[in-house]
């Protein structure tokens, strides 16, 4: 079976120094066909970790557009200073104030209001006590709220990333904030490093490494650095997949010969046979409520993908529609799965609606792989290939806004989107 290149990511204009002094540019290709206007006033005493970047946080989800507020003098920082008439005249449907003062222990209050310039109401209002090191977390929290109070869907500026940066001949499972920004390399090797994938509460990642020169599945906490081995099997330990509760492991594994998918106890590492076709199976994905195991398979000929329980048996086939279907992964609400498809020569990625089988391509590039959905389910991130290199990309579920992520140093591959 076929394996995609690996690579991919977004579109505003942002340099994001890692750990491995790799920059990142995220480029905001197309926005959401209605934006909301929402003013941010700078911070009293403000930091560059804080204003600036909820301003991009929110603009780098295509869903806002910045009213500007530069002129505006003094900038409001409470109730008392607000003029809703000004705001309102300027088209603000929100308008986000703060401030930035010291604490008697060396740490950092920021208070923060979002208010209804219209109805004249304040929609959230949060304080913050924290270290100066933290204020860039502090200014992520704070646009979540705001996406979260102006959209309804949960915020995914505290989320974070993991991906695969390879440069030269070494390959680095780095773990970034959503922007791209403190990056941190958490196992790296000359062999190849593929398939991270979160656990549900973004605890551990697991991931295949070749570093003993076969492929092996770990288990990683990222806290503390800790990792042991999940499958190292004879043949080939592929395509690891949390189950919801943590507690087991969908892997694909060939050590009784053909590659098939296993399920196994994390407690005991007992290996559980799920699949008995006379094709490929692997990728295995569960979905959100543990009951069903989407996968891929080529039993009908080709690559496509099924859907059984999570407990093995008769398999529902789900594609139909094209000639190679790979890597699907549910969508966090079970409704949808996002995978990568083959059209016309090109490999992109789609959408299906599991409830009317409806698929729906999202991606206008022409090489993708590693779909993966964000922890609200309204973006998908994707490895992709900008300009003969690996880099990452990002697309909303309805098609509408899209980003892409560039590594001025290297190439991005295998990326996992985690809470």
Request: charged share 20%.
């Amino acid at each position: 079976m076929k394996k995609l290149p690996s690579y991919l990511l977004l579109c505003v204009s942002l340099l994001a120094s890692t750990a491995a002094h790799a920059q990142m540019v995220i480029d905001i290709v197309a926005g959401g066909s209605k934006q909301i206007p929402v003013a941010i006033a700078q911070f009293a005493n403000d930091y560059p970790e804080l204003t600036p970047v909820i301003k991009t946080d929110l603009l780098r989800s295509g869903l806002f557009k910045l009213v500007e507020t530069a002129d505006v003098k003094p900038q409001p920082t409470d109730t008392s200073t607000i003029n809703y008439a000004d705001w309102q005249s300027r088209g603000a449907d929100a308008l986000a104030v703060g401030s930035v003062s010291g604490n008697p222990d060396g740490s950092l209050k920021v208070n923060f209001r979002l208010y209804d310039p219209v109805r004249k109401t304040q929609l959230a209002g949060m304080s913050y006590s924290v270290r100066s090191t933290a204020l860039r977390a502090t200014a992520h929290r704070i646009a979540d709220v705001i996406y979260e109070k102006l959209t309804g869907d949960k915020g995914i500026f505290s989320t974070r990333l993991a991906y695969v940066l390879k440069q030269g001949k070494r390959y680095q499972l780095q773990v970034s904030d959503a922007d791209g920004e403190n990056a941190q390399s958490i196992v790296s090797s000359n062999e190849p490093i593929i398939s991270p994938r979160w656990s549900k509460d973004g605890s551990k990642l697991a991931y295949v490494s070749y570093e003993q020169k076969k492929p092996i599945v770990y288990a990683h906490e990222v806290a503390t650095n800790q990792r042991r081995i999940v499958a190292n099997f004879k043949g080939s330990n592929s395509a690891p997949a949390w189950s919801p509760d943590g507690r087991k492991m969908a892997v694909a594994l060939s050590r009784d010969g053909q590659q098939q998918i296993y399920s196994i106890d994390l407690g005991s590492g007992e290996a559980t046979r799920l699949t008995r076709s006379s094709g490929i199976d692997t990728e295995p994905d569960y979905a959100p409520d543990g009951s069903r195991i989407v996968f891929l398979s080529d039993r009908g000929g080709s690559p496509q993908i099924y859907l059984m329980s999570a407990s093995g048996g008769d398999a529902k086939r789900l594609t139909f529609d094209c000639s190679y279907c790979v890597s699907p992964r549910f969508s966090p609400d079970g409704k949808n799965i996002t995978y990568i498809k083959r059209e016309g020569g090109k490999f992109q990625v789609a959408i299906m609606d599991l409830a009317s089988g409806v698929s729906t391509t999202l991606s206008e590039t022409g090489n993708d792989e590693s779909p993966s959905f964000s922890p609200n389910g309204k973006m998908i991130l994707y490895a992709t290939e900008l300009g003969g290199r690996g880099a990452l990309a990002v697309v909303s579920s309805d098609g509408r806004v899209k980003q892409r992520l560039r590594v001025l140093s290297g190439e991005v591959r295998e990326p996992a989107w985690g809470q």
